[in-house]
């Protein structure tokens, strides 16, 4: 079974940075795509960013400019580098892997932003 597991969450103040590793269980060259998602209390869950096994990236418009993802193939392991942070970026933050039609799922790592 396949376990995704991320870190590096916590409370940051506004302007400030956060980087989230998603460590995974197994070789992340399996995975045609990795990806960042998000979900705040009351919304739906949202896509952050992603990062295919080419390494293209593709990111939401809210988070362009602010935003990295990268993956390190030898740590079996993606990354999000959040700089600027603001309010709406309070979420739980969940790391998304796979190739179809298996796609995995971290439990989540909570990231709060304060003013």
């Known amino acids: 079974q396949v376990q995704l597991v991320e870190s590096g969450g916590g409370l940051v103040q506004a302007g400030g940075s956060l980087r989230l590793s998603c460590a995974a269980s197994?070789?992340?060259?399996?995975?045609?795509?990795m990806g960042w998602y998000r979900q705040a209390p009351g919304k739906q869950r949202e896509l952050v960013a992603t990062?295919?096994?080419?390494?293209?990236?593709n990111y939401a418009d809210s988070v362009k400019g602010r935003f990295t993802i990268s993956r390190d193939n030898a740590k079996n392991t993606v990354y999000l580098q959040m700089n600027s942070l603001k309010l709406e970026d309070t979420a739980v933050y969940y790391c998304?892997?796979?190739?179809?039609?298996?796609?995995?799922w971290g439990q989540g790592t909570q990231v709060t932003v304060s003013s």
């Open positions: 197994t070789s992340i060259f399996r995975f045609i795509f």
């Open positions: 998304r892997a796979g190739s179809l039609p298996l796609i995995y």
């Open positions: 990062i295919i096994s080419t390494g293209s990236t």
